[in-house]
């Protein structure tokens, strides 16, 4: 059995379990801190341990390498599709923001422009930062 296809522990089910109740309970992952303190472990460090070998063998996916970007990955889910979503969606933003664009050039509207801003920004939150700045750096050229 390679290692994504394998089980979870015991330790590492506790663990996705109590992410995955923090996440439905706040709307956001937790933090290692509150990790450690919910879990019971003496350290950040074996937070960030159990973690990666949980990312390893695809039961949880890092979004980005930000805080709180911590999701479990369902039994029907894998990282794959996961992954291939956030791209879908980014494909999807960069389509629309060149519509906008293109929108934009014919009527030089400051709304249009606003919600070029706006798919931009949401870009740049789903940390897809090299699209972003290349529209941004369009968006200065606009101006």
């Given amino acids: ?17 109590f992410i995955d109740e923090f996440i439905k309970e706040h709307g956001y992952s937790p ?3 509150e990790i450690m ?5 003496t350290s950040v460090a074996t937070v960030a341990l159990h973690v990666g070998n949980l990312v390893k ?3 949880i996916v890092k979004k980005d390498n930000s805080a709180r ?3 479990v990955v369902k039994s029907d889910e894998t990282a794959q599709n996961i992954v291939q979503k956030e791209v879908d969606h980014a494909k999807k933003l960069v389509e629309e923001i060149e519509k906008r664009l293109k929108q934009f050039e014919q009527e030089a509207s400051q709304e249009v422009l606003d919600e070029v801003y706006v798919l931009v920004g949401a870009l740049k939150v789903l940390g897809h930062d090299d699209h972003a700045y290349e529209f941004a750096t369009e968006l200065h050229k606009l101006k």
């Avoid at 059995?1 to 379990?17: A, D, F």
């Fill in 1 to 17: 059995m390679s290692e994504s296809k394998k089980r979870p522990t015991k330790k590492q089910y506790e663990l996705l379990s």
């Fill in 31 to 33: 933090s290692y801190r």
């Fill in 37 to 41: 303190r919910g879990c019971n472990y």
């Fill in 57 to 59: 063998r695809g039961h």
């Fill in 69 to 71: 970007s911590l999701e």
